[in-house]
């Protein structure tokens, strides 16, 4: 590990080195919102921090949202643009008492992760090869990073502490916002869209610089009840329905190749991502995604297809599917403003960058909140390995981020829709 003066003088980066020293852990299966109290740590920081660097409207709400605006300084009507980053971080692994390392001039080999004993490089992680002689920010291999979406935070950040600090630098109005409990499906589950007051946003909560996303999964989200029923295996012949192996006799009914393991790219998937129970009722959770709705329903139909089949074996009632959430592909409520995706593709190619479009493997809060009426692509930050120990963020690539929302802004200053 090495710094440079360069390197920790630089604005993006010390936001973000302070921003993950909180604890923004969010909570699975929370009914409050947000689902930690400790979110709200952070969203005072970012609240003070804005209202000293002279942002307008600033408000946190009691849900742990955070807004502020920069107000237009044209003299014409243009689009108020958006951008939008969430402040908690993955339940995966703990954000807790985070270490992180800076490698200075990467040398493409292998990074040790402080004294864990883990360590990660481009056979790994192929990746990482191209970002020979670059900085990098990993952890200590004990805990995540929380560049996921931190980088995204601090990005916006300093782009707002350019314009304000340079208000001869003509735009129209900058919309801010910081969400708590993405991470488990919430984040814009109170975001108050009018008062928001952006007509187009992005999320700045992507990966390697140069990506734009507009298109996402379709998405279920599945609890399986399995109820069997339990007695003493001495006295179980012709009784006992060992609601685990019943449990094990569903998932291995659905179809091997549609596994997240065999899928990339456009392909969808089921995912069995947890399991917990006894012989005599078990639960099953599971993920459904697809880009194509259509496909999405076919999966949808194998797993209830699955479940009538084992209610008629094992009786009815044996199995339940109950759908616990979904969301849908945002390319429908993109292309009618693909002005977003244009202007977003050009920042980057005048910034030396291949800008290409990808699609999401995921979802992101963009999504939810294209469909609620607030068009919001998904932009890069330079993270990448998100959810755990082998997280990193590339530092020239961040400040680079930062200039594709500034070039953005300055676009929408100037272009007519």
Known sequence: ??????????????????????????????????????????????????EEIGASDVRLSDHCYVYAKIPSNLDKKVPAIG??????????????????????NYDGGVIKLGESGFSMGPNEFPALAELKGKSL??????????????????????????????????????????????????????????????DFAYTVDGGSVGEIEYENFNAANLRVEVQGYGIHPGSAKGKMKN???????????????DNPEYTDGYEGFHHLGGIEGDSDHTTMHYIVRDHDAGKLNQKLAEIDKASEYLNFKYGEGSFKVVRTGSYQNMKEMILPHMHL?????????????????????????????????????????????????????????????????????????????
């Open 1 to 50: 590990m090495s710094e440079t003066t360069n390197v920790m003088n630089s604005e993006v980066v010390k936001r973000l080195l302070c921003y993950v020293s909180y604890d923004t852990q969010s909570k699975d299966e929370s009914s409050e919102v947000p689902s930690t109290q400790k979110q709200f740590d952070l969203a005072k920081v970012l609240k003070k921090e804005l």
């Open 83 to 104: 951008f939008i980053a969430h402040m908690d971080t993955s339940p995966a692994l703990s954000g807790k008492d985070i270490k992180p390392q800076i490698i200075q």
């Open 137 to 198: 920010i990993t952890t200590d291999g004990t805990t995540l990073l929380g560049a996921d979406d931190k980088a995204g935070v601090a990005e916006i950040m300093t782009m707002a502490a350019f314009f304000l600090a340079h208000p001869e630098v003509k735009h129209g109005d900058i919309c801010i916002a910081f969400t708590p409990d993405e991470e488990v499906g919430n984040g814009v589950e109170y975001f108050d869209v009018p008062g928001f007051g952006a």
């Open 243 to 257: 609601a685990i192996r019943m449990a094990m006799e569903f998932e291995q009914m659905l179809t091997v190749f």
């Open 341 to 417: 995706v244009e202007y977003a593709k050009e920042a980057m190619r005048e910034l030396g960058l291949n800008a290409k479009s990808v699609p999401i493997r995921g979802g992101t809060d963009g999504a939810r909140l294209s469909f609620m009426g607030l068009p919001c692509p998904n932009l890069c930050t330079g993270g990448a390995n998100y959810h755990g120990r082998f997280e990193y963020a590339c530092i020239e690539q961040m400040e680079l981020c930062v200039e594709i929302l500034k070039k953005i802004v300055e676009k929408y200053a100037v272009k007519e829709i």
